[in-house]
Structures are given as C-alpha cells and as structure tokens.
C-alpha cells in the first residue's frame, strides 16, 4: 500500500512537472511575445557562432582629391585560424609554412600570442592579402582549423603615394607605454572605443602616423560569420555569412589635393627612368600638390624589410636636404633684380673660373666669354651668378630666399666663397624638391608666393564634410616685373640653352636645368624644375635624380637625365586634361 502510494506521488509530480514545462513553453512562444522564440533561437546561434573582423584595419580612407582610395584598399582573400580547433599548433604552422610566405615560427608565434591574449574562441588572422599561388595552395590542401575568407585589406599592391600616406605597425614598448599613459589601452580605458590593445597595428609614417586619431575607427564594419559546435570548434562545409555595418561614428576619412590620375602617370615614369629621386607636381593656381612621389619605393605590407637603416621609407619629396644647383639661381636673379643691382642689357665677362681672395675657385663649364643676365641663366654661367651673389650681400640673399620659401644657412660672417657656393645653390642652401618647385610656380605667377597645400578636407564615416582646409592666400614675393624677366629668362634656358629636352610643343616650357655635387664626390644630382603651358601656366614640375634607372650615379646632367623625365610627366598630365575637358 505505501509502495503505491510512493509511485502515484511520483508520477503525480513528475506531471505536473511537464504541465509546467509545457505551460512555459507555450506561454513563452505564444503569449509572452512571438518573437521570443526567434530570441532564444538567436541566443543559441549567437552562442554557436564565431564572429570575424573582415577588415584588416579599423581605419577610415586616404582619398585623392575625387575621393579614389590612394592606399588600393579592397577586399582580398586572408587566411584565419581558429585557435579553439588546433589540435596540434607546431603541426599547424609547418603545414601552413609550405603554402604561404611565412615560417613556422612566424606563424605559431602569432597564433599562440593572440590566444594567450583573447582566448581560444578569437579567430586569428595569419596573413592577408594572399597571392594568387598561396590561395590556390590553401584552397587545394585541406587543412583543419584554418579558412580563405574575403577580408577588406589596408594596402592594395597598386597603392600610391606611399611616402606620404605613410605605414602601420605593431606597436612598440614605447608607443603602448605612451598609450597606456594617456588611457587609450583597453586595460587603462576599456570604456573608450577606439582603446588599443597590444596586439593591434598603429600609424607610424606620414598621413598614416601624423592623423592617427583621425583615421582610427573603433569597430569592423564588416565581420564574417561561421557555425561552430558546443566546444567551439568550426563546422566545416556550412560556409559563412558576410555582415556589413557601415556606421562606425569614430573613423573619419582624409582628403588630399593629390589626383590619383595624375599620380599614376608620375610613378609609372619614375619607375621606367629614376631608381632613386623625387618628383613634385603643382597646380599654379591653387597651390594645390597634384602628385608627389619619392624612389626607391616601399611595400607597405613588408614594412619590417625596411626597418634595417635602408633608405627606401625616406620621402625625399619634402625632405630638406639637398644641393639644388642651378635651379636656385633664380632666387638670386630675382634679389638682384628687385634690389636694382644690375643694369638693363648690362654684361658680364666669364672666363671659366671665378678665382676668390683666399685662393677659392668656383667654376663653369665652359668660358660663356660676354654674357648679360637672362643669358646666363639660360647657359647656367656659375661665374655670373656668383659675381651676382656678391651683389646682392648676406643679408639681402638671406631675404630673397625666405621671401620665396626657403631656409639658409648664410650669415653676415661668412667669407665670400661661401655665400659665392650658395649664389649657385651649393653650400649653404639645403632645399626640397616641394620647395623648388614651389619657386617656380611663384615665378609663373607673377611673383606671388602661396604655400603649397596637401590636405583638402576631413570627412566622416558616411561622408559628410567636418572639416575642410582651406588654401592659404598668395603674397606678391616679388614683383610682377621681375616675375616676367625671369619667365622670359626660363623659356630662353629650355628653348636654346641647357633645357631643351624639357621643351613641350604647342605648350611650350619655362624651366631651368641643375646639376648639384653632393657631400660624396663621386655623385651629382640632376634637376629640372619648370612650368608649362607658358602663355597660361597650369602646371610646376620639379624632377630630382639621384640615381637614373641605368643605376648610374655620376655623369648625371639636368639637360640629360631631368628634362626628360619632366616633359614626359607634363605631356602626359596635359593629354590627359584635354581628354577630361573633351569629355565634359
């Protein structure tokens, strides 16, 4: 009897127990709410799924002036591994190091540091922007625990302007002490969302380092999803799911004067003619930089072969620190000029060789014999000018040069043969191809200096206008007279004199040859700087070669090696512009 009534209690309660259960259930799918269900449902899925960053970087665009990514992001296939599926990690990495470009130890290194950091549920990327050899490795050999996904990279290998836009990088002791110090770690700051961790890459360079607070985004606004089971480990053959979200209200996008087109053509001729210079192009007008470009180039996704003291990540383009040569003359033709130094029609006798009290001698390529002014400017006569440097004295030849943007080490103390070197635009005067060419815009303008300009605006993630900047006015330098001797002088300088390879027909060019020994005796630079069209100046080019692509170092002429290089560009750019025109 008792044993009875034991087993009646116990199923009485076992049913109401599945009463309950039952009421819950139904009351959870069809009273509560009908989208509960989906909740839990959802929950689960969530619980089941990993969730990968399809974005390199959290990083906002570097934008030409017609908002064209000048860093060639796109989206290209990466490998991911999945730590919480590793069976055995150093067989993983020898497996993997076979197919890619990388080595076990490179690879297990990355794995087992992201892991110690995240945990095993946080996929890890191995490597981005796979070549095509490496993806068809990968997709050929079935390898458990890893994936080929599309993944938004940083730099595409048809990247420009990479001197200025600059690099990423892990992040040093120095830089994450500096971090932490300012609480923007996420252990110091875990509320901010564009906090770093330790793993996460860092502008270093150029655009990429100067306005990385700019650029920084806090999210990925792509992610990809992939089913795993209840122990974490992925479920091959279901495939993944690619989820966009664009709103990232932290990254912002740069945009520079920079035309992507323009730029093209520049670094497609360089690497045909220069392995080691710069080239500079100007719109007049504006100010504005339409392109830039420094050799030997860099690849941004290599960074760590440069960082051995090789000169590939220097920007020569800006860098102050080269002889300029002849084509600083003008600087001290337009002192003299304004100065009322020199005589209309007055001449000067050069024998070849200018022979100072203390014994220094300056000389020139040949006896030029009679000369006036604009002829020795257009047969680049070293004796004339430093006759005229003279002239002009230390302080008005320090005037001048700041007038027209440059910076130079002459003082009222020095001896005559140093301010003689600096009249010709060597010793003393340290310039940068930006500055050159600026001076020759100045020139075609009429004596009105502008600085140059390289930022255009500052846009956010959906691409509205923040901040714009805007260009700075123009100052008359020198005067509108002077400005027009000098351009006659140019045009004279490419039509007969040392620049007629840089001359353009039906454009016309007024420009001026250099050619520059350096601190190495056994090596010059070649310069060229001008602009064209002469009756309407719309473009200033100065092209520097330090090396040509022969690999020649000495024998290098403005005439020969510069010219050249400028008349390409030019003609080019302005094909271009008339295509463009025709087209509107």
């Known amino acids: 009897m008792n044993m009875n009534k034991r087993i009646h209690y116990i199923l009485g309660v076992s049913a109401l127990l599945f009463v309950f259960l039952f009421a819950r259930t139904a009351y959870l799918q069809l009273w509560d709410s009908p989208d509960t269900g989906v909740a839990l449902a959802e929950k689960a899925l969530k619980y089941r799924t990993q969730v990968i960053s399809a974005e390199e970087y959290y990083r906002g665009e570097i934008l030409d002036r017609n908002l064209l990514s000048l860093t060639d992001s796109q989206v290209k296939p990466a490998l991911i591994v999945f730590p919480s599926s590793i069976n055995d990690l150093n067989a993983l990495a020898k497996a993997l190091s076979v197919l890619i470009e990388m080595t076990p130890s490179e690879i297990s290194t990355r794995i087992k540091r992201e892991q110690d950091l995240y945990g095993s549920r946080t996929p890890v990327i191995v490597k981005t922007n796979l070549t095509e050899g490496e993806i068809q490795q990968l997709q050929s050999s079935v390898i458990a625990a890893t994936a080929v996904i599309p993944m938004k990279i940083r730099y595409g290998e048809n990247s420009l302007a990479r001197h200025i836009v600059g690099y990423l990088n892990r992040i040093d002791s120095a830089q994450w002490q500096e971090l932490r110090?300012?609480?923007?770690?996420?252990?110091?700051?875990?509320?901010?969302?564009?906090?770093?961790?330790?793993?996460?890459?860092?502008?270093?360079?150029?655009?990429?380092?100067?306005?990385?607070?700019?650029?920084?985004?806090?999210?990925?606004?792509?992610?990809?999803?992939?089913?795993?089971?209840?122990?974490?480990?992925?479920?091959?053959?279901?495939?993944?799911?690619?989820?966009?979200?664009?709103?990232?209200?932290?990254?912002?996008?740069?945009?520079?004067?920079?035309?992507?087109?323009?730029?093209?053509?520049?670094?497609?001729?360089?690497?045909?003619?220069?392995?080691?210079?710069?080239?500079?192009?100007?719109?007049?007008?504006?100010?504005?930089?339409?392109?830039?470009?420094?050799?030997?180039?860099?690849?941004?996704?290599?960074?760590?072969?440069?960082?051995?003291?090789?000169?590939?990540?220097?920007?020569?383009?800006?860098?102050?620190?080269?002889?300029?040569?002849?084509?600083?003359?003008?600087?001290?033709?337009?002192?003299?000029?304004?100065?009322?130094?020199?005589?209309?029609?007055?001449?000067?006798?050069?024998?070849?060789?200018?022979?100072?009290?203390?014994?220094?001698?300056?000389?020139?390529?040949?006896?030029?014999?009679?000369?006036?002014?604009?002829e020795a400017v257009s047969r680049s006569c070293n004796t004339t000018f430093v006759q005229l440097g003279q002239r002009l004295g230390n302080a008005k030849f320090y005037e001048y040069a700041s007038r027209l943007g440059f910076t130079v080490n002459i003082n009222t103390a020095s001896p005559p043969a140093l301010l003689g070197n600096a009249s010709i635009g060597q010793q003393g005067v340290l310039v940068s191809p930006l500055q050159i060419a600026n001076l020759y815009a100045t020139i075609a303008r009429d004596g009105r200096y502008r600085p140059t300009r390289l930022l255009s605006s500052i846009r956010n993630y959906q691409g509205d206008l923040i901040y714009e900047y805007p260009n700075q006015p123009a100052v008359q330098a020198i005067s509108t007279e002077t400005a027009k001797i000098l351009q006659k002088a140019l045009v004279s300088a490419v039509q007969s004199g040392s620049g007629l390879q840089g001359w353009l027909d039906g454009y016309g060019t007024a420009g001026k040859t250099g050619t520059a020994q350096t601190n190495n005796t056994d090596k010059v630079i070649a310069w060229f700087a001008g602009y064209t069209p002469v009756d309407t100046p719309r473009l200033a080019i100065a092209v520097m070669v330090e090396e040509n692509a022969a690999g020649a170092f000495t024998g290098l002429r403005g005439g020969d090696n510069a010219a050249p290089v400028f008349k390409e560009i030019a003609e080019e750019i302005l094909a271009l512009e008339n295509i463009l025109e025709n087209e509107s």
């Open 181 to 374: 110090e300012n609480k923007k770690t996420t252990d110091t700051n875990s509320s901010l969302p564009t906090a770093y961790k330790i793993t996460d890459n860092i502008g270093v360079s150029g655009l990429e380092g100067k306005y990385e607070e700019v650029l920084r985004g806090s999210r990925s606004q792509d992610k990809i999803l992939g089913l795993t089971d209840a122990n974490g480990k992925l479920l091959p053959g279901l495939g993944y799911k690619r989820q966009n979200d664009s709103s990232d209200p932290w990254r912002n996008h740069l945009v520079l004067t920079l035309d992507k087109r323009y730029q093209g053509i520049v670094e497609r001729v360089m690497d045909e003619q220069i392995i080691r210079g710069a080239v500079v192009v100007l719109d007049i007008a504006s100010g504005d930089i339409l392109a830039v470009a420094s050799r030997p180039n860099f690849e941004q996704n290599k960074i760590e072969k440069y960082l051995d003291g090789r000169d590939e990540l220097i920007d020569r383009t800006s860098r102050v620190a080269f002889y300029p040569g002849s084509v600083f003359k003008m600087t001290v033709a337009a002192g003299v000029l304004e100065e009322g130094l020199v005589a209309p029609g007055e001449k000067f006798n050069c024998t070849g060789v200018h022979e100072f009290n203390d014994g220094t001698v300056i000389s020139c390529l040949r006896p030029h014999g009679e000369v006036n002014m604009e």
